[in-house]
């Protein structure tokens, strides 16, 4: 029996993803650092990128015999915390481009005509006041993007040997479960513990910052979609081409918790040049191929988050990442 194999299942991302094939009945296999629960749909191996940026691990290599045949490869395993790509270049180096470039080449000297969506970032582009088409000047400003530009040109060097790639750029997308190191948990986790204290100074960063975001659940969608059109098509945004401000969400957000909290700028959390004024994604190539395009519920994605942020706060998750 075949299934569709995930990098990174372990993860925010993939937790989604496993939860979309289980609804449709499909079976998977997580590849990842640590196993993702027990399912009757799904299979697990180890797959440290990090040590594969040294060398193929044979032990990874001996379980790939003993797991179901891959009728698809969804390339998920990243660095993606722009801040932790910052402050270590090396280990995003080494997961984001050399251990997948590694993997890729055992991956598929074994399956040659295995279909792979590899997974890449809005934060390849240059940032421009515009929506950013498929086309436009790729000029990361960060470390994250440049490591996911070097991670594309390996894979599009693969597809362009006959492989069946195609590489997605996801913008923004969060949801339930995301991890509080990124902005939008982060403020609904931190308020979640000032309304349990009864309020107090919520201390941000950089507020008139304007991202393209969508929710998880309709990005892990466009990836399956997309699975049937790997190698058809050399790659494509995934976003809804509408632009929020940062701050505007932050004040919604503040709205559905209680008590009385100052929201006040602070030095450490300013990312500077790292920073993007504007990020948003033009979704229209996507809208061509699949016949529709993401949008998002601002105020249910919002009522997620803060619902998601008072259950972890009240079971005891650290806050530390925030």
Known sequence: MSSIWLTGADGFVGGWLRGALEQQGK???ALGLVPPGESDLGSFSELDLAAWAKAPVEETLAAWD???????????????????????????QAINVDGPQRMYTEFLQRWPDCP?????SGHVYRPASEPLSEDEQLEPINVYGA???????????????GHRITVVRPFNHTGAGQLPA?????????LAGLEAKGGGTLAVGRLDAVRDFLH?????RAYLDLLEYAGKVDLLNICSGQGVVI??????????????????????????????????????RLQNLLGY??????????????????????????LEQA
């Open 247 to 284: 701050g505007e969400l932050l004040d919604s957000l503040v709205t559905r918790f209680e008590g009385d909290i100052e929201v006040q700028q602070e030095e450490a959390r300013l990312r500077g040049a790292a920073d993007a004024n504007v990020l948003v994604g033009s979704n229209r």
């Open 147 to 161: 490591t996911k530009l070097r991670g594309e040109a390996m894979a599009m060097e693969l597809r362009e040997k």
């Open 27 to 29: 079976q998977w296999t």
């Open 182 to 190: 990124f902005a939008l948990p982060s403020f609904a986790m931190r």
């Open 66 to 92: 003993q797991l179901p045949e891959p009728e698809g490869l969804i390339h998920l395993a990243a660095l993606s915390s722009p801040p932790a790509c910052e402050a270590n270049p090396e280990l995003a």
């Open 293 to 318: 395009a993401p949008k998002l519920d601002v105020s249910a994605l919002l009522d997620e988050l803060a619902v998601d942020a008072r259950a972890r706060v009240a079971a005891g998750e650290s």
């Open 116 to 120: 792979i969506v590899h997974v890449s």
């Open 216 to 220: 998880v659940r309709d990005v892990v």
